[in-house]
C-alpha cells in the first residue's frame, strides 16, 4: 500500500492547525496532558498484533524483537506521563520578595514552559520506540507541545497504524484539532517544509548525519531559528585494557560478537570501533571473536537501502590501505541480509585516514591495534562525539590510565564499563546523546524523562499576584510538585 505525499498546501494548514492547537494544549493541566498519553499507550496495546505483523512485512526484524519494542514504547508513554505529573521537569524555581532589601528584591519566580509544535521525524531502524508514537512524541506531549510526525518511507503502513492510534486517543480525550498530525513525505521536501514554516518551533530526528545535519541547517537558517535535537551517526569506541584482556578474553569477546551482530547491527549504540593495545593478548582476543563471528549467521537488514549502503561502506572501509578483514560470516548471505564482519587497522593508519572514523551502519567492528599505551590515548583524542563510549577494564587498568578514562569521558553521552552500549534502559539517569556530531546538542537525551526538556523553555514571572501565576508556581503549590523555595527543595506551600 503506497501512501500519497503531503502537498505543500496541505503542510502548511497542518502547521496552521497545529499552531491553533498549541495556544489550548499548551494551557492545559499536567494531569490532561498525562491522561492523553497513557491513553496512546492504551490503543496501542489494543491493535498490537496488527502493529506487529505490519511492521514485520516492512522492517524484517523478527517479531520478538518488535514485540519488545513495543512494550518499550508504551512503557515510554505511561512513565513520561507520570513524570509529567510530577513536574520536576519543569524545573519550578521561587525567590520570594524581600521588601526590606535595598534596593528592594522582587519576587520572582521560573518554570518551564513549551515551545510549541514539534516536528517529529520517524526512525529507520526502530519502527515504534523511535518513530511515530515513540520517546520524542512522548516527550513533546508531555511538554505540552502538538506534535507533527513526518513518516518514514521504509515502514509507512506501521507509522499509518500507529499515528491512527494517536488520533482515536486524542478523539477520546476531547483535544483540539491539531495537537497531532501525520503526513507522508518520500522526499526531502516535505521535511524541508516541516522544518521551515514559522509554525514549528522544534524538531526531533533520530537518523544518519547528512539528514539530521540538514534539518539542523534548514532550521539554523530561518529567520526565526528554532531548536533541533538530532541523534545522528555514532561508532561507539570500546577501548579494551591490557590486564582485562589479559585475564578475561574469552567472555569479552563472546560479549561483543553478540553486540555487534545484534539485529544486524542496526542499532545507533552498535560497537563499531574496538581499540586495544597490540600484542599476543590482542591476537588472542581477536581469535575467540572471529572465531565467534564466523558461526553467527547473516539477518535481513531493515530494507533495500540499508543493506546496500551497509555493503558499500564496508567495502570502502576494508579497501583502505593496511585495513586486513580479520573474520566474517562463514553463512552465505542472501541480498537483504548483512554479513557480519570483523577488521583489524595499525593505530597509525587508523589516526591518518579519516574515513575509517566514519560509521558502518551495520554488523561490522573494526580494531584498531595500538603500539601502546600513549597511542590508545592519542586515538581516544582524535575521536570526534559520541553517543557512548566503554572502558573494558580491571581497577588497576582505570588507575593505571587516568588520562586515558578523562579522554574516553570527554568524547560521549555514556561512559560504560565492562559491557555493551547496545540496550538504551528508559529511566531518569539515562543520558542518550553525545558531544556533536553524535548529537545537535550534547546537553539533552532523547531517552528518559529529562528528554521532555528538549521542548520547552525557562519563562520567569516577577511580581505576580498569586492569584495570576501558573498553578505550578503559586503559593499554595496545588500540584504539590517539588520546587525550589528560596534555596530548598520542598513540596511544602510558601505561607508567608
Not at 150 to 155: F, Q, S, T
Not at 400 to 427: H, K, S, Y
Request: aromatic share 6%; proline share 6%.
Amino acid at each position: 500500500m503506497g501512501f500519497q505525499d503531503a502537498s505543500l498546501s496541505e503542510i502548511n494548514q497542518i502547521m496552521e492547525q497545529a499552531a491553533l492547537a498549541s495556544q489550548v494544549y499548551g494551557k492545559m493541566s499536567l494531569i490532561s496532558r498525562a491522561g492523553f498519553m497513557r491513553a496512546i499507550a492504551g490503543e496501542l496495546d489494543a491493535i498490537r498484533e496488527t502493529l506487529l505483523i505490519t511492521a514485520m512485512e516492512e522492517t524484517h526484524l523478527p517479531q520478538p524483537r518488535l514485540n519488545g519494542e513495543l512494550n518499550r514504547t508504551i512503557y515510554q508513554l505511561n512513565s513520561y506521563a507520570d513524570a509529567c505529573v510530577a513536574g520536576n521537569w519543569l524545573e519550578a524555581r521561587i525567590d520570594t520578595a524581600i521588601p526590606e532589601k535595598m534596593p528592594p528584591k522582587p519576587d520572582i519566580r521560573k518554570m518551564l514552559v513549551p515551545l510549541g509544535p514539534v516536528v517529529v521525524f520517524g526512525a529507520s531502524n526502530f519502527p515504534f520506540a523511535y518513530s511515530t508514537a515513540g520517546g520524542d512524541t512522548a516527550c513533546a506531549l508531555a511538554a505540552g507541545c502538538p506534535v507533527i510526525v513526518k513518516a518514514h518511507p521504509a515502514h509507512a503502513r506501521t507509522s499509518e497504524l500507529a499515528a491512527g492510534a494517536i488520533m482515536a486517543a486524542a478523539g477520546k480525550c476531547g483535544l483540539p484539532k491539531g495537537v497531532f498530525a501525520h503526513i507522508h513525505s518520500s522526499g526531502f521536501e516535505g521535511g524541508r517544509a516541516l522544518v521551515s514554516h514559522p509554525a514549528a518551533r522544534a524538531v526531533g530526528f533520530t537518523g544518519s548525519f547528512s539528514g539530521g545535519k540538514a534539518l539542523f541547517d534548514i532550521a539554523s537558517q530561518r529567520k526565526e531559528p528554532i531548536t533541533v535535537f538530532s541523534e545522528m551517526g555514532s561508532i561507539n569506541p570500546v577501548f579494551l585494557l591490557s590486564e582485562k584482556i589479559r585475564q578475561e578474553a574469552e567472555v569479552v569477546a563472546k560479549m561483543y560478537a553478540a553486540s555487534i551482530t545484534l539485529s544486524a547491527g542496526q542499532f545507533c549504540t552498535n560497537p563499531g570501533l574496538l581499540v586495544g593495545i597490540d600484542g599476543p593478548d590482542l591476537e588472542h582476543f581477536l581469535d575467540i571473536l572471529g572465531s565467534e563471528i564466523q558461526h553467527i549467521k547473516p539477518s535481513s537488514m531493515l530494507h533495500p537501502g540499508i543493506a546496500a549502503a551497509y555493503r558499500e561502506k564496508k567495502a570502502l572501509a576494508l579497501s583502505q590501505q593496511e585495513v586486513r578483514l580479520v573474520a566474517q560470516s562463514d553463512t552465505q548471505a542472501e541480498a537483504l541480509e548483512g554479513i557480519p564482519t570483523i577488521a583489524s587497522v595499525h593505530g597509525d593508519a587508523f589516526l591518518s585516514n579519516p574515513l575509517l572514523h566514519q560509521e558502518v551502519f551495520g554488523p561490522y567492528s573494526l580494531v584498531i591495534r595500538c603500539r601502546n599505551q600513549e597511542q590508545m590515548l592519542a586515538v581516544a583524542r582524535h575521536l570526534e562525539g559520541q553517543l557512548t563510549c566503554t572502558a573494558m577494564a580491571t581497577p588497576q587498568d582505570i588507575r593505571d590510565n587516568p588520562q586515558l578514562m578523562d579522554a574516553i569521558g570527554q568524547l560521549c553521552g555514556r561512559f560504560i564499563l565492562n559491557g555493551v552500549p547496545t540496550g538504551v534502559e528508559v529511566c531518569l539517569s539515562m543520558h542518550h546523546g553525545g558531544p556533536y556530531p553524535a548529537t545537535t546538542d550534547s546537553r539533552y537525551t532523547s531517552v528518559g524523562a529529562d528528554g521532555i526538556k528538549r521542548f520547552a523553555r525557562p519563562l520567569c514571572f516577577q511580581n505576580w499576584d498569586d492569584q495570576f501565576l501558573p498553578d505550578e508556581l503559586k503559593n499554595a503549590n496545588p500540584l504539590g510538585i517539588w520546587r525550589t523555595v528560596n534555596d530548598q527543595l520542598t513540596k511544602e506551600p510558601i505561607t508567608s
